[in-house]
């Protein structure tokens, strides 16, 4: 699995657009790579498959903190191994990701995720995994949970802000939080 200091790798994935555009069925898809939003911060989560029960909770909540993120010029890209159809499909057919403002990415061909190490190797399908790459394409935060477990993206955030202040960050430290201080 790819780690902290690794180069996220390249790719070109279909996806369905965030926001009111992503319920068009005429202007709903585009192709997102790791040149779009070039310079940007980006987050890149996992999740095992649509149209499942613990991956919309997730995927609704960083859709809601899309904003927070984009204070902090980062973007927000959700992938699983399902289509871009089937994306559109369930977010035309699930009330909670009708609101969604990320992009969902398909990543059909399993390539995304292998590259990353993050395949199940039992289940063929993408791990709950997140990634937090900088604007150079550097690995700065990753974390894998067990497919039962949803993750916090109140943390993810938690994490850039620390990540972006280029300070020593405490345990627990939130953004307006003290720094440590190296004793000179």
Known sequence: MLTVGDTFPSFNLKAVKGGPEGLNLKTCFTDITDQTDEGKWKIVFFWPKDFTFICPTEIVAFGKMAGDFADRDTVVYGVSIDNEFTHVNWRLHHEDLNKLEIPMLSDLKRELS???????????????????????????????????????????????????????????????????????
Do not use: Y
């Open 114 to 184: 292998i590259a990353c190490g993050i395949l199940d190797k039992a289940d063929g399908v993408a791990m709950r995994a997140t990634f937090v790459v900088d604007p150079q394409g550097i690995i700065r935060f990753v974390s894998v949970n067990h497919d039962s477990v949803g993750r916090n993206p109140a943390e993810v955030l938690r994490v850039v802000d620390a990540l972006q202040s280029d300070e020593l960050c405490p345990c627990n430290w939130n953004k307006g939080d003290d720094f440590l201080q190296v004793a000179a």
